[in-house]
């Protein structure tokens, strides 16, 4: 084998080409390839080249903060947009609200086996996922504005059954973040929050007849890496670039965990537990909807709070937690380390995550709950100029046996006062959730209904579930009024068969004495 390439950050950005299609690696806030796309961003800030980019990526990329896939938001260097999560680079999300870019959401997952159906020269992916959201054709396609006119995606019927098709396409160079290489340009990933999606990724630029380059820590000696440890092999490296240190941080701005990337495990987190809110109530009775060897996924926000419930209440344990980065097991971290995990059991690829989730692998999801209609149609992916993006949430809650929602009843400015008598409203949030319509479908009541999933609308007032004919009210919370608190907060009628009170131990200081069987 030859020894790879070593060049500067600035000779790689000065591969890239105008009108290439390149994508980069990263998870929210760790595992970026700082150094490579900020070499980029200074080549196009001074001399205007490359212009006319197509930049695709899976996960969320940034910290909103000019890093990450904001270092590609200037005029005339991207044409063009497809990303599955967009929260974390505020600045792209302004110029696709701002028409000056084509710009497409589609899902995390879907990307993911996008990546690999690449590689392997197929036609592209063939999947429910999407099927009666936003992303279905017959909706947006994905689409994010009125300059974005291709469609990415097409309705096909197989065996009789509807199918989304989204159609593969060449990436002519990756820009991607590893830890060591070799001199042969074996790239190994031991002090990365999980290997993400670095092999399909190189497998699909590399089949494309376009060029991988590698920013890591440190070159070795050649056959110094422990193959275990190895997931691109130099057959698929073209150049590594050596990082500077604060451009190879496991996360943005942290420094760097041993805990996070497997080398060690950590004693059981001693921490208090959270102090009595409206989210932990939201959350202890989320968390009475687990039960002993579930295998879960939890979004971010008050999802998060399930975690900590079962903590506090000693089941965590007999519980497995999943996070889309490709963590199985332990404690999944939030904020610039979201998508890592403490103590994990496992971390596989992120498209092995996804092929997982697509296949009905989770028992159940806890997700956020912002818009929500009659017919159970959530929408967490768009809110005027705001776009968060759907990320995972299409895949993971298309296919999980049950899916909860969780979030306060309503948003904006909401003040609750929580006592061992139940809830009291002090002032009312000023945007409702429960609306006539919402302003983008991410996830389909109609098509959960019919695939015969099980779904709750947990908040802090009350418990919904949806059935063929709309949302049941199952539970009111004590000291809650259901004209004045309910009904007067929501712009549709739900139905009100037999309801009966939220438990009584939600809304005391002391732990539950929750158990799951």
């Known amino acids: ?13 000065a591969l890239v080409k105008d009108n290439d299609t390149i994508t980069t690696s990263g998870f929210v806030a760790s595992a970026l390839a700082e150094e490579l796309t900020g070499a980029l961003e200074e080549r196009f ?71 690999r159906a690449i590689a392997g020269h197929k036609a592209g992916v063939i999947t429910n996922v999407g099927l009666e959201t936003f992303v279905d054709p017959r909706n947006s396609g994905g ?56 092999t399909s990724v ?28 190895v997931k691109v092999p130099g057959i698929l490296v073209d150049a590594v670039v050596v990082a500077e ?14 805990a996070l990337s497997g080398e060690l495990k950590i004693s059981a987190d001693n921490t208090e537990p959270a102090p009595l809110s409206i989210r932990k109530v939201i959350g202890r009775r989320a968390a009475m909807e687990l039960t002993r060897g579930c295998v879960v996924n939890l979004g971010v926000g008050i999802p998060e709070f399930v975690a900590a419930v079962a903590e506090e209440e000693s089941f965590a344990d007999q519980i497995t937690l999943t996070v889309e980065s490709g963590a199985i097991g332990g404690v999944p971290q939030n904020g610039k380390r979201f998508g890592a995990a403490v103590n994990a059991d496992c971390y596989w690829d992120q498209p092995y995550q996804f092929d997982f989730y697509d296949g009905g692998g989770l028992d159940m999801c806890f997700l956020g709950l912002a818009q929500c209609n009659a017919s159970g149609d959530v929408n967490v992916s768009r809110f005027g100029p705001r776009i968060p993006g759907c990320g995972g949430f299409i895949n993971i809650s ?43 479908i991410t996830f389909s009541g109609k098509y959960a209904v019919r695939h015969d999933q099980t779904v709750l609308f947990i908040t802090e007032r009350a418990v919904f579930e949806l059935k063929s004919d709309g949302l049941h009210l199952k539970e009111l919370a004590p000291g809650i009024d259901l004209k004045k608190d309910i009904l007067d907060q929501m712009d549709f009628q739900p139905i009100i068969d037999a309801y009966i009170s939220m438990p009584a131990a939600l809304f005391k200081e002391a732990p539950m004495g929750l158990k799951i069987s």
């Not at 080249?49 to 890093?67: C, E, F, H, M």
């Not at 200037?74 to 701002?98: P, S």
């Not at 009789?160 to 159609?167: D, I, M």
Request: net charge neutral; proline share 3%.
């Open 398 to 440: 298309q296919n999980s046996k049950k899916v909860v929602f969780c979030g306060t009843f309503t948003a904006e400015g909401l003040k609750v006062d929580v006592s061992e008598n139940g809830l009291h409203i002090i002032q009312e949030g000023r945007e409702k959730k429960f609306i006539k319509a919402v302003e983008e």
């Open 202 to 229: 190189a497998q699909a630029v590399k089949n494309s007849g376009g060029i991988v380059i590698f920013q890591v820590e440190r070159i070795v000696a050649g056959g110094t890496l422990d193959p275990r440890f």
């Open 45 to 115: 800030l001074q001399t205007g080249t490359p212009k006319n980019l197509t930049l695709i990526y899976a996960g969320s990329q940034g910290n909103r903060d000019g890093r990450g896939g904001d270092r590609f938001a200037h005029e005339g260097f991207l044409k063009r947009a497809i990303i599955g999560h967009w929260n974390t680079a505020a600045a792209l999300v302004k110029m696709a609200v701002d028409n000056k870019i084509e710009a497409y959401n589609i899902p995390q997952g879907t990307l993911l086996h996008l990546f």
């Open 143 to 198: 689409r994010l504005n009125a300059r974005t006119t291709e469609d990415m995606v097409e309705v096909v019927t197989l065996g009789g059954k509807e199918q989304l098709f989204y159609k593969s396409f060449p990436i002519n160079i990756a820009f991607i973040r590893g830890t060591y290489a070799d001199e042969y340009g074996n790239i190994s990933f031991e002090k990365e929050i999980a290997p993400l999606e670095g």
């Open 245 to 258: 240190p604060e451009n190879q941080r496991q996360s943005l701005d942290c420094p760097f965990d041993a």
């Open 1 to 13: 084998m030859e020894k790879v390439k070593v060049i500067s950050a600035a000779e790689a950005a």
